[in-house]
């Protein structure tokens, strides 16, 4: 019994559920987190580049020092995430594509409009279901 008991409690212990980053933190993980702060910071990047010059960077390199975009936010290996960076006529797509699908791991996507998309089990688009 007391095996049992004390086996109970190491599973818990090594299970935490996640804890929000803020008040309507739409992460389901801790790697979810990041993965939308990177998108995030690639966004407001993305804006600050087009105000001072008329138009979206066509690559993460362009970002860098645009404030808080760094050259090593240029790698597109994120932990659990491989992000995917496309230019386009009148704008960019950015996605976040997990190394594993599953529960703490959904595919995000956002484009010029500055929208996060969250789709699970699948790459995120334009059309997946926005976050709040």
Do not use: C
Not at 120 to 130: H, I, L, M, R
């Amino acid at each position: 019994m007391l095996l049992v008991l004390w086996l109970s409690v190491a599973l818990a212990i090594g299970q935490t559920a996640y804890q929000p980053k803020f008040p309507g933190d739409p992460a389901h993980s801790d790697a979810e987190a990041n993965a939308l702060g990177y998108m995030r910071t690639v966004i407001r990047a993305q804006r600050l580049y087009q105000k001072k010059n008329l138009k979206f960077a066509t690559s993460l390199a362009e970002l860098v020092h645009t404030g808080s975009f760094t050259m090593r936010m240029t790698q597109t290996d994120r932990g659990d995430y491989q992000v995917h960076f496309r230019s386009r006529r009148e704008g960019y797509e950015l996605t976040l594509l997990p190394k594993q699908f599953d529960a703490d791991h959904r595919a995000f996507y956002a484009n010029e409009d500055g929208t996060l998309h969250a789709e699970e089990g699948a790459p995120a688009t334009e059309n997946s279901p926005s976050l709040k």
